[in-house]
């Protein structure tokens, strides 16, 4: 902050209480602010400078027109005096609203939703009761592989057997007729 001093400016806030139930500003508070000072640091000067320490309690800045407008470095480059100043409110989570318990009903996606759970129930299920009989599965498998290789490797013995029979008569079984 040493080397900012230069751009540093003083903005003014008419502080609005709302967390008090003050209706209107009640005091407005120069707070010299930087150009390049960012969200953190400008709330941390403002909640010192008001004696805030409650992270419970939420500030608004608004403009002279009564938008929101992000509290950083640039609200110096505003015009903005003390007799117009921008207007900061303190408020508690939820104030100006009532929330609602978190509940959801998705009516479009209940047949969908207990389709869907049936059916993986309905798998799980069947997971279950073929678990029972899993080893006896598995030997069924072993069986029929075993009796499929032995097939092939009877085939190919009776491939090389007849192989073996042959005997070489020579090149021509017939003269040539040259």
């Keep these: 902050m040493e080397d900012c001093t230069a751009t540093t400016k003083t903005v003014y806030f008419a502080i609005k209480r709302l967390d008090q139930n003050e209706e209107e500003p009640s005091v407005v508070l120069p707070v010299a602010l930087g150009e390049d000072d960012k969200v953190p640091e400008v709330t941390q000067i403002v909640r010192d400078k008001l004696g805030i320490n409650s992270s419970d309690l939420i500030l608004r800045l608004r403009n002279f027109r009564g938008s929101l407008i992000p509290m950083n470095g640039?609200?110096?480059?505003?015009?903005?005096?003390?007799?117009?100043?921008?207007?900061?409110?303190?408020?508690?989570?939820?104030?100006?609203?009532?929330p609602?318990?978190?509940?959801?009903?998705?009516?479009?996606?209940?047949?969908?939703?207990?389709?869907k759970l049936q059916d993986v129930e309905d798998r799980i299920s069947l997971l279950e009761d073929s678990i029972g009989n899993i080893?006896?599965?598995?030997?069924?498998?072993?069986?029929?592989?075993?009796?499929?290789?032995?097939?092939?490797?009877?085939?190919?013995?009776?491939?090389?057997?007849?192989?073996?029979?042959?005997?070489?008569?020579?090149?021509?079984?017939?003269?040539?007729?040259?």
Aim: net charge positive; charged share 25%.
């Design 74 to 98: 640039k609200v110096t480059q505003l015009s903005n005096t003390h007799s117009r100043p921008l207007v900061l409110e303190v408020v508690r989570h939820f104030q100006s609203v009532q």
């Design 100 to 115: 609602n318990p978190i509940s959801f009903e998705l009516t479009q996606y209940a047949e969908p939703l207990t389709r």
């Design 135 to 178: 080893h006896l599965n598995r030997k069924d498998k072993v069986h029929q592989e075993i009796s499929k290789l032995e097939n092939t490797v009877n085939f190919l013995r009776k491939r090389i057997e007849e192989a073996e029979l042959i005997e070489w008569n020579g090149m021509f079984v017939k003269n040539p007729l040259w």
